[in-house]
Nanobody, 120 residues
Framework: QVQLVESGGGLVQPGGSLRLSCAAS????????MGWYRQAPGKQRELVAA???????NYADSVKGRFTISRDNAKNTVYLQMNSLKPEDTAVYYC??????????????WGQGTQVTVSS
């Protein structure tokens, strides 16, 4: 069974920084892309950043220049460094992985979510 476990959320003042981590564990044959999504109250879940197994990255326009996604393939872990945080970054952040658990096919897996609140 595959699990994605996130950590690193919390309360931070505007302009501050946080680093989110997400570790995949369990039966893992290979992982394609990994990414971070977020969902604010009353809004749809949106892509924040994604990274392929080769290291290519993609960011939402709203976070370009402020957030950096990275991964450690040996640890099956993806990170999101968030700098210059704004109140509008407040949301539940979810980790996502395009993961193959057994060598047969890839499927989408999600973490449980971690709350990020940016407020003074």
């Amino acid at each position: 069974q595959v699990q994605l476990v996130e950590s690193g959320g919390g309360l931070v003042q505007p302009g501050g920084s946080l680093r989110l981590s997400c570790a995949a564990s369990g039966s893992i044959f290979s992982i394609n892309a990994m990414g971070w999504y977020r969902q604010a109250p009353g809004k749809q879940r949106e892509l924040v950043a994604a990274i392929t197994s080769g290291g290519s990255t993609n960011y939402a326009d709203s976070v370009k220049g402020r957030f950096t996604i990275s991964r450690d393939n040996a640890k099956n872990t993806v990170y999101l460094q968030m700098n210059s945080l704004k109140p509008e970054d407040t949301a539940v952040y979810y980790c996502n992985a395009d993961l193959n658990p057994s060598g047969s096919y890839y499927d989408d897996y999600w973490g449980q979510g971690t709350q990020v609140t940016v407020s003074s």
